[in-house]
Structures are given as C-alpha cells and as structure tokens.
C-alpha cells in the first residue's frame, strides 16, 4: 500500500532555531514529491521535487529529496513565529493511472517567541 | 485572479439533512478535487474529477455524491447528513493532476 510518514508528528522550537521536517515514502510509479503550509486555513504550496540531490530553496527554506532512501527534508533557518503551522508532504504517483497525491498527516510546527 | 472558490464557508446542519458545497475554479484545471481533513487523520480524498464529465471515487466516498457537470465547477453533496460528517472540507484543483495543487479555503461543516 502506497504511505507516506512525516515526523516528528509535532515540535516546539522557539525563535532562530533551525528544524528538519523529514518526510518518507513508499509510493509506486513515484512522479514528484511536494510540501506544502498550512496554517488555519487551505494549504499553500511551498515546493515541488522530481530530483534527487537538488535543493530547492525560498528564503529561510530549503528542502531536499533522496529517491534512494525514498525520503525528504524540509529545513526551516531562523525560524519565526510566522513559521507557525502544520506542514505537509505529498507524493505524486501510485498505482494505475490516476493522477492523485498521497499525503502525509503532517508535521505541526510551533515557534515560541 | 481567484482560484479555487469554494461556498458556503460555514454550515451547521442537522442529521438527516442535505446539502451542496460548490467549488469553482477560473483556471481551466482539469483535474479536482474534494477532501475531508479531520485531526489526526489528515487530508483524506472523498471524490474526484480528471475532467469535466467525469468523477471517481476515492478513499472515503460513503455518504457523498460528487458532479461536474461544468469543467470549473465540482459540486460535493450529501443527501442525509451524519455527525460523523462534521469535518472541514477543501476543494483543491490541478492541471495535470501530479504537479501542486490549488486549494479552496475550505468549509467548515458541523453536523448536529
């Protein structure tokens, strides 16, 4: 069965910490991996990855996929409590042709000023 | 420029009652999408469209019916509400179904 596990499940970090958000998978005819925020409302896109090794980057954040070891990261620098949400991880792929995403039941991010 | 636009926002019903929740896109996506997200258990698919026309089901389909009858429009409807369908709802499309998704800013929805 296709999964896909974040952890920590939840983490409390307190201003310009730096975190690691770890994303695995196991997900048949894998096409991308993808990260998204959600803070009290929909959740917004952060990242796309199809590659392995190729750090994508947006200001304070980066993430990294390894389609070896079949898992990402998402690195949060100097964090702020604006960082403050639920991040989930999606992967593109599965069985037969259906064009769905799996997703992961997130990582909650609390940033303590 | 507005997206995904999803109506009503809130909605307090009583078991046995029906409803629609709309979804509208101005994108031209092909592929949408309706969701449940509940704690704990994250985003879960209900239904979904790879066109306008068509629907399919997904992990949780019991107790909704899905239509789209219009390419930009995806309407989810439940005929007899139940407590355990008090969840918030998001309606997210894509163009190719694999690369990002757009999500509604959900309905929250309390069956009583």
């Known amino acids: 069965e296709d999964k896909v596990v974040q952890s920590p499940l939840s983490l409390v970090v307190h201003e310009g910490d730096t975190v690691t958000l770890n994303c695995s998978y196991e997900?048949?005819?894998?096409?991308?991996l993808l990260w998204y925020k959600q803070e009290k409302k929909a959740p917004t896109f952060l990242f796309m990855l199809?590659?392995s090794g190729i750090e994508k980057k947006s200001g304070r954040l980066s993430s990294i996929l390894d389609k070896k070891e079949l898992f990402s990261i998402l690195n949060i620098t100097a964090t702020q409590t604006g960082d403050s949400a639920v991040y989930l991880c999606?992967?593109?792929?599965?069985?037969?042709?259906?064009?769905?995403?799996?997703w992961g039941l997130g990582t909650s991010l609390a940033v303590n000023p | 420029n507005a997206g995904v636009t999803q109506t009503p926002k809130f909605r307090v019903l009583k078991t046995g009652q029906s409803m629609t929740l709309l979804c509208a896109q101005d994108?031209?996506?092909?592929?949408m999408y309706w969701y449940r997200q509940d704690p704990g258990m994250g985003l879960r698919l209900i239904h979904y469209?790879?066109?306008?026309?068509?629907?399919a089901k997904g992990e949780v389909p019991d107790g909704y019916n899905v239509s789209r009858l219009k390419k930009q429009n995806f309407l989810l409807g439940l005929e007899s509400a139940a407590p355990s369908q008090t969840s918030v709802y998001f309606c997210?499309?894509?163009?190719?179904?694999?690369?990002?998704?757009?999500f509604g800013s959900g309905t929250r929805l309390t069956v009583v």
């Open positions: 999606a992967v593109a792929g599965g069985a037969g042709n259906n064009r769905k995403l799996i």
């Open positions: 199809t590659s």
């Open positions: 997900v048949t005819n894998f096409r991308s």
């Open positions: 997210a499309s894509s163009y190719t179904g694999t690369y990002g998704y757009t």
């Open positions: 994108m031209n996506h092909e592929y």
């Open positions: 469209s790879v066109g306008e026309g068509t629907t």
